[in-house]
């Protein structure tokens, strides 16, 4: 069975430019997550889909962050302007349903991004 | 105010000896879970193994086992017989389940280096 695949692996960018992430969850999995990695810490959730609504986004700066999941399949997770902070590994995961009591979340490798 | 505490950033441990990761959480919730998450370097994070808030019974895996002391708040992780794959960041996390969509809260991780 084919894990979550994400691409690219490695982005860099200037700050004030834009950058938009894929990720395709293991088929059939309902729920997909976004987290993001900065250096030294633990995964944070971004936004968490369920089907193609979303179901938490409070973690997800809005004014320069944006998901989508398109079909309830693959999303795409953008950020228009980059600012330096945002260099981090962004992991994509996903579930079979957030209702089940074990739901264990399947992680792709992640991209890594850059901003100079 | 965190959730997850992990108060070992790193560890040294020799080939084929066990090694003890500690956790510690927070949490109101009478139901709720306990995760591992092994992270090498390609990035990628790997579930290991899953302790129920309710569950009897220490959760075991292959080598992994996880020594659940619920009213310390602890959930530590225990890897027999270390291999120099194992060589990894390690990540525990928690998933709140009466306030939470599956939203899993990360500790800080340690990294834990298998030497020959």
Redesign the interface.
Known sequence: EAGVAQSPRYKIIEKRQSVAFWCNPISGHATLYWYQQILGQGPKLLIQFQNNGVVDDSQLPKDRFSAERLKGVDSTLKIQPAKLEDSAVYLCASSLAQGLAKNIQYFGAGTRLSVL | AQK?TQTQPGMFVQEKEAVTLDCTYDTSDQSY?L?W?KQPS??????LI?Q?SYDEQNATEGRYSLNFQKARKSANLVISASQLGDSAMY?C?M?E?ENS?????????TQVVVTP
């Open positions: 997850i879970g995760f998450y390609s990035g990628e994070m790997i579930f899953y129920g990540f996390a998933r389940f969509w599956g939203k899993l809260q990360f500790g800080a991780g």
